[in-house]
Every structure is written in C-alpha cells, then in structure tokens.
C-alpha cells in the first residue's frame, strides 16, 4: 500500500477526487478515512508582500496497486497505472470598482431684499407699493409729513408734545418669544410673487421689534393685539372684526404706524362716524405720538385744500361728510389720474356702508386707495348682504349677494380676523347679565292693554294694505307705555332703577343708562336730579360730546350718564363704569353688545353688571325671546363664518301680533 | 472659498466698520425713544444665519439668511433639494452631513451673498465644519437644552458634551471629525441668554465678536432667525 500525501489550496477543495482504495496482502479493502492526515496549514506571504494568505490542506492521490504472485521480477518492470486528476487553481480575474464621491450640484435661489438701511430722504416718493416691506421702524425713510409748512399751514393737525414716553415692556416681550408665543407676519393668500411671501416670513417677530424699545407706546400690548397688527401689516383687502372692547382702533393705528415708519404707505385716510373723530384723534396722539393727523371739516373750500394736500401722513373724515366732498376727492388731474388718492384707507364701524346703494357706500369706494381695511364689532347686523356690501369697498365683486353662506365664510377667511372677549382676554373682569323682569304697574298695565287691543284691531282692518310700518309703530307705541304710562307718568322700571341707583350711591360706583328714545331720557334725567345726570345722545352736539364723557370720568358728583343706542354704541372707553342699565331693549342684540361693551372693556375696573329691564307679558317679552334665540344663533353661525339674518325678520315682527306678513312687506 | 487662516487671523470687516451717524428726520424722529440704542452702529451689523432642514425622501434643503443689526432681512439664499448620491453615503458615513451642509451647501450659499456676513452662525454641529472653509468666525449657537448640558467655559469637554447632545449625529461622527481636525476645538460662549459654542479662537477674536455680538446677543434670543429661516424654506418647497 502506497500513500502519498499531496497539498492544495483550500479554495479548491470543494473539488471533489475519488476516495483513496488501498489493498493489502489480504485484499481487505481500507479506506482513506482510516489514514490519518496532517493538518492544514496556513501560508504567510513573504515580509513587506501583502498579498492574501492561502490556507492549505493535505488530500491524499490514491493509485490501485495490482501484484502478481507470477512473479517480482516482471511485477516491477510493469508500469503503475496512475489515474489524475485536473483542478484550476487560478482564481477569476480581479475587477475594479471606482467610487468617486465627487461634489454635489448645488443650485442656489437667492433673494435680495430693501433694507432701509440707505433710503432716501426724499419727500412725496411713493410708496412701496409692491414690493412687500418689513416693519422697518429703523428705517430712514422720511415720511410724506417731513414738510414744516403742512404743520404750520393747518391747525388742526396733532402735533403731540413730547409723548407719553412709554416703552414696551422688553422683557415681557422677549419672555413671550422666548417662549415661542411671538407674533410673524405671515403672507396673505393673494400674495403670489414668492419672493414677497418670503420677505414676509424672513421679517422679525412684531415682540422682537417692539422689544428694541424705539417707538413710544403707552402699555406693551397685548399678544392678541400684536397678531392683529400682524393680520393688518400685509393685507390690501382686511377686515378687523373683533368684539367690542378688544383693541381694533389700537391694533389699526399701531399697523398704520409701521406702514407709515417703513415707508410702505405715505398718505393714510381714516372714516369714522363723526362723533368718534375726537376719539380717534385722541387715539392717535396716544399710540403714534409722532405721526401728524389732520382732521378734514370746516368750510368746503378748506376741505378741498385738505383732501388735495399730500404731505400729511394721515386724515380723518367722517362718514356725513364723503357724499359732499365726493367731487373734491374724485377730481382728475390733466393727465386723467386722480387728485387725490391715498394709500392706504381705513373704514371704522365698517357696517356703515353695508348698503351698497347707499351715497355713503359709492362715496367710499369712490376713493383712489391701493389698499382697503374695514373695522366693525359686528361685520353682519342684518345679514349676509352686511358682508357683501363691506366686501364690495374692500374688494369689489369678490363676494356675491347669491353666495351661500358656508361657501361666504371659507372664502373670506383669510380676509377676516375676528376674536371674542371670551377667546383672548381670560383675565377681563366678568359681564354679568341681570334679566330685571318688571311687573307694569295697574295704570301702566290699564294704557297697555288698551292699546294692544286698540292696535291689533286697526291693523287687522287695514287688510291686505297693512305694512311693516304700521306694525312698528305699534311696537313703538307698546314699547313707550311699558317705560312710562303716558297718562299717568307710572313706570314699573323708573322704582326699579331708583331703587337700584340706590344701592350704586351708597358704593361710590357710576352707572350708564341707555334707551333708545331721547324722551325717554330726558325722563329719566328728571326723575333723578340727585345724581347729576348728563346726556349723550343725538340732538348733543358733536362738539361738546368729549366734554360731556371728560365730565361724567372726572366729577364724582356725576352718577349716571344716560345714553341713547344709537349715539353711545360705538367708539366710547367707559371701562371706568360698572353698571350697565338697559331701560328698553334694541332691535338687535348686536347693537345692544355695542352699547355694553362700552364699559366692559380693557381697562375695566371690575365686574360690569348689565341690567336688562323687560315688562312681562308685554311686548317686550316676546321679542326679548326671538332675539335671544338670535343671540345663540349669531354665536353659532359666526363661529363658523356663515352668518345669517340676526334683527327681526318681517315675519318675525308681524307674528308679535300673530299677522300674517303680506308678500311686499320689507324687513326691518 | 478660501482656506482657513489659523496664525495670522484675517482683518474682519467689522473690524473695520466705521460707525455711522444716525439721523432720524422730522416727524419720524418724534415718537422715537431719546437713546437711539446706537442704532446706526446696529445697522451696520451683518449676521448670517446658516441652517438647513432635512427632506423626506432623504436629502437636505439649506438656507443662508443675512441680518442687519435690528434684526430685519438683507438677503437670502437656498438651495434647491442636495441628495447625497449612494457613493457619498457610503464613502462619507456617517460624516456624510458634515460633509454636505459645512463643505458643499454653507459655502455655496455663502458664495452667493452681496452683503458678506461678519460673523456666520450656524445650529446644526454639523455645519461647524465650515469655519475650515471660510475666514468668517463660525459660531455654534446652543440650544437651551444643550446649553444646560454643557459646562459654561469650558473647552474641548463641552464640544465633546455638544456632540453627544447634538443628537443628530452619533458621537463617533464628532469625535471621529474632532480627532482628525474637520472638526475644531471649541469652547462656550455665554452672551445674555445664548450660549455659543465657539473654536478655540485667540482672546482677542473672542472679544471682538463678543463686543460684536453683544447689541444682538445681550437681548435677543439668537435661535430666533434660524426659525424664519425654516419658515422660508419650507414655504420655497411648497410654492416649488
């Protein structure tokens, strides 16, 4: 038996060779498995050659051996049958993979943007019309106004003094960014151009300009305020629709300001009702110290040279007076273009030309403007139309009369801010509402009865030529007696109100009385000469309204103002009042809120008590009860920016008498 | 992109910046507080604010936004989406950020700005890598959760703790940069409320961009632009 042991690479050992067969003298077959074998042993490569080690292994060649017993001699002469076997020790051939990281393609967007670092001073420039500007109040652009004789030619502009010379509260600030409660402008809808969406989104929040302590403010605003002057700052189209009492003339001229201080508008127009001009005068001198007013009134040829000067940054008019001087702001120049044109026009209690047929509404739209912003408390009084009619000033045609009102109240939603007391002002003081039901008295209950059955008659016999005039004047007439009986002078309300005013004398407080009929006041008024009354209503004149309000904050011998709706609904800072007396109810809860807010506001000192008085069983009643039930619509429907009808539909005013309303009716 | 200066620094520009006088004209000048706040001087300031925000199919998008000193935007520059091609993720590893935002994207939008920034600021630990490739100083600026992890003052021990708590890399990434140099030495910084990390610059570059940085920092939450800067991009990706 022969054994050789032969070496091979291991990486070929998967080649397969036959089993080693050795036979011995006794032809007893023995296998290779038996053998023992060396170990596989491991080749180094030789020093400073890295090339891969190769691992061995022993395999054994196996050959038959055949002896012939014929013979040794002959045996050993015959050559040895070798079987071979072949195996390719070569590895496949190396292939090289090349990796190149190499750099990225970078493309790279770049936007430059007006700095104002550099501006000119120059005096009439435009504005920045297009081109989207940051709050720039670091800027060095001067305004329009940087014209001595402006001031000096016209006395009425506010040329404040030195200012209330108060700082925003830089800390309080940079707390509520530090906290992640900053206030960014951010690009309306209607901006496409992304390179202005994204000067808007690059600017600074408003806390953080505020927080360099370069602009005069009376107190650090709040954050619901910095998030409407960041709504204002960018839109063209806006309505600031905030409840009563929650800061909307602020927020308008702290937006108005920064316009002004960056440069973006130059000449700003203000309409307000005329008995709230002294009021926004007063406003302004307070929240932008540094920027000129002129209010436009006197004589038509001073109101032309007014409407046409142009370096005034900011005038104020009044609703009355546009119809007028419609011709003075409408006047072409040579070149067609208009005489007078303003950047920037802001309408305040906005409801105001919610009739688009209306002279007051042409008048407004009337004016050359590039940008339109509408303040009111209540964007809908009556109806949807409200919106439309606002709309149609704002931005004409955008809604339609037709639209429905869900598909009106996604469409203007980036157009329409609108916050409640309840939403942003946690820690106001409550509003709490005290529902006074009145028993008439005998005599008064006499007269009423009698005219109710007197008055239903009447209308029944008018038939089919009944009106919705007739009924109100029912109404109205039920209405009266339930304050006064005018036969006797009884009023169930009137010992109710003394005995209430009783209890206010007692605690120092004052209180506002409203109703809606001048004769009911001045009743009032008589009956209660102990307590210095004053009045503000529509036959005071304009002119002593301030004095009236300066009077009724600062003589203590002055316990109740009484106040009719219409002329006390807007505008007015009472938040020094507690009480709140509703003699006779409003047609509309709206109105009505106005009314209230004007003591239930920033700044109010404590609980505002409201007292409604309501005679039961009256009339009073039962449209107490269809206007509540508009109330809890109003809230619905207006969170969900669909709003509807809220004063009394014609139905609604003829089923107080259950009549049926005749098809030309029109409502109320 | 020029090569770091490490013995001789480079003269910053706003080493040089004159300051401007300041007038406020007219009516504009009333109703302005009587201490301007060296306003002028502000004015002149330009910070540049690097940071980049990470795409959902993988990829970086980076944006490099340039404040004047009150805050208010000179310039901006973004890139278009930079996905790293697969030879770069497996080449770069896990220093494959490092390698896009402080070596490819930073300097590429930095080599687009008309208004050189002084000083670069940057969020992402990642981005640091750039002060190897720009003469500007570049400052890490901490968050406050770094920031209370990290010992005021104190130097390599505080990059280490940065890398770790950057939690966007893994610390092998950091260090691994640190130990070969891509990476500087840094120290913190603390500027009112803001903690920066900064390389071991020489005191007196420390104290320039201190007193450069001191109108900004003393008051002002640095963090803030790079918010504006996220806003902006994710608005330039949605808009296309």
Known sequence: MLFRILWRRRSNSHAEHPPFEATNEENSPKTMAECELPTPRTLTAPAGQSAPLDTYEPFTLSFRIDSYVTGWNRGLERGLPVETQKWELAGPAFRVLALNPGASKIEVKSFFFFSGDDAPSSEGAPANDNAASGPAIESGTAGPANAPGSARHCATINRPGAGHGVRCD??????????????????????????????????????????????????????????????????????????????????????????????????????????????????????????????IEGEP??????????????????????????????????????????DLVVLDESQRIKNRSGATSQAVRAISRKRSWALTGTPVENSTDDLVGIFEFLSPGFLTPDMKPHRLGTTIADFVLRRTKDQVLTDLPPKLFRDAEIELTPEQWKTYEMAEKEGVLRLSELGAEITIQHVFELVIRLKQICNFDPVTGASAKMERLEADLEELADSGRKAIIFSQWVATLEEIGRRLPQYRPLYFHGRIPPQHREEVIRRFREDPQHRILLMSYGAGSVGLNLQFVNYVFLFDRWWNPAVEDQAINRAHRIGAAGPVIVTRFLAVDTIEQRINTILEQKRALFETIFSATAPKRLALTQEEIFSLFNLQAPQTAKAA | MTTKHTGDLPVLPFELAQQKSWQTPSWQQRGLMKQQDNVGTRLSLRLGFFTAIPLADGGYVGGYLILNGVGRPIEFHCTTPVRPTRAQEILYGPTLKPYLLGEQMAPALIAKAKSPAEIILVTEWEALTLCQVVEQPVALVLSPETSAAVEPGSAQSAASATWTHSVNGPRSAGAALLECGALPACRTLQMGRNTLLVPEWPVERVTRVQEYLSPWAEAFDLLEPFGRIRAALEEALRRG
Not at chain 1, 304 to 333: G, S
Request: aromatic share 10%; glycine share 4%; net charge neutral.
């Open chain 1, 170 to 295: 830089a800390a309080v600030l940079l707390e509520r960014l530090a906290a992640g409660a900053g206030h960014r402008i951010h690009p309306p809808e209607d901006v496409i151009k992304l390179e202005d969406r994204l000067h808007y989104l690059l600017q600074p929040p408003l806390e953080f300009i505020l927080a360099q302590r370069q602009l005069e403010f009376p107190h650090t605003p709040f954050p619901y305020q910095l998030e409407g002057v960041a709504f204002l700052f960018p839109r063209h189209a806006a309505i600031l629709a905030d409840e009563m009492g929650l800061g909307k003339t602020m927020q308008a001229i702290t937006a108005i300001r920064l316009l002004l201080r960056c440069g973006e508008v130059r000449r700003v127009l203000l309409v307000c009702p005329k008995p709230l001009v002294s009021n926004w005068r007063r406003e302004f001198e307070l929240w932008a110290p540094e920027i000129p007013v002129m209010v």
């Open chain 1, 301 to 342: 040829q001073r109101r032309r040279w007014q409407w046409e000067l142009t370096t005034v940054p900011v005038k104020i008019a009044n609703y009355e007076l546009l119809p007028r001087d419609q011709e003075f702001f409408t006047a072409k120049d040579e070149s067609g273009e208009p005489k007078v044109s303003f």
